[in-house]
């Protein structure tokens, strides 16, 4: 494996620049997004997602390595949230790609695109035929271990077109995904009794979050120290120019 460049604080280096991926695994890819797909449809009061395995195993192990190979994630400022008046890390890592100029603020952050290496592009080509919808920025998580994990949020952002689905692919160890409804949260009387919604991310799979699934439901991923191998998951997104 060549050394990774050193990087400042807060740089990320351009993922993929060192080696382009294989023209095999860009072939596959391309076949694996053109297969027939089988969709299950998962709905309750407001909550829209589709659930399909894109990548077979053997794909998705070689696009996983790929991956671990090209990407270099965030540290420094951009590794950190704020947090009831102080500066914690982020109990994952992460870093984004997307088109040029376009940023996305999370977790107090704005998080700028970095652009787009080849084998993201590749990936993305895929998502978008699966999805039948394009995108221009994808927030990559790594999840080191089970105790790496996601709080529950929305992502339901001013700069995400609300028309396009978010489309999460995952790779590596499988982990529950969890959606729970905005008024399951709430305190009494206004609580209301929805169950939440449990879906496990295998190895492969692509979700996707329709229409008007972030505005109504939070979701969350779990810490889980029964899964303790790495995951790597992908949300590829619309963004709304300013
Ligand atoms: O890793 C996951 O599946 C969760 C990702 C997520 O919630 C997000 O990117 O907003």
Redesign the pocket.
Known sequence: MPPKKRKADGEVAVAGAARPPSTSLLAALSEAAARPLSWRKVSADGLDVDYCRLLDGALADRTLAALEEDVDYFTGDLAQVFVFGKWHDIP?QQCSFGDAGLSYK?SGRTVPARPWPQSLLALRAAVERAAGTDFNFV?V?R?RSGADH?GE?Q?AEKELDPAAP?A?L?LGQA?D?VFKHRDARRPRPHKRDIPPVKIL?EHGSL?LMNHPTNQVWY???PARRSCPGV?V?L?FRRMLRA
């Open positions: 994952r999370f927030l998580n999840y996601m949020h992502d978010i999460s995952s982990r995904f991310l979700l979701h969350s991923l995951r998951n949300t």
